[in-house]
Nanobody
């Protein structure tokens, strides 16, 4: 059974940095896209960053481009999200996720089958 476990959230001030980590078990990373999503209170879950199964460069939502960096370690089955220059609007529960389907890319949360429990990120102004 696939399990994704996030860690690294917390309460920080605007301009600070946080690093989120996602550890996967139950299957190999190779061949599967990994994504980070977030959900703020009263809002829909939205795409933040992802890395394709094909191993290309990570891609980002416009709102985080230039501030967030995704890194993936296939050998360790981990995918991290370095978040710099955090803003109050980054406050949300952050989730890592992966589709059940191999060799498949998507930014839509509905296309992802496996989700972590989420980690809270709160940025104060």
């Amino acid at each position: 059974q696939v399990q994704l476990v996030e860690s690294g959230g917390g309460l920080v001030q605007a301009g600070d940095s946080l690093r989120l980590s996602c550890a996967a078990s139950g299957r190999t990373f190779r061949g599967y896209t990994m994504g980070w999503f977030r959900q703020a209170p009263g809002k829909e879950r939205e795409f933040v960053a992802g890395v394709s199964w094909s191993g290309g460069s990570p891609y980002y939502a416009d709102s985080v481009k230039g501030r967030f960096t995704l890194s993936r370690d296939n050998a360790a089955n981990t995918v991290d999200l370095q978040m710099n220059n955090l803003k109050p609007e980054d406050t949300a529960v952050y989730y890592c996720a992966s589709p059940a389907r191999k060799y498949y890319d998507s930014r839509s949360p509905g296309e992802y089958d496996y989700w972590g429990q989420g980690t809270q990120v709160t940025v104060s102004s």
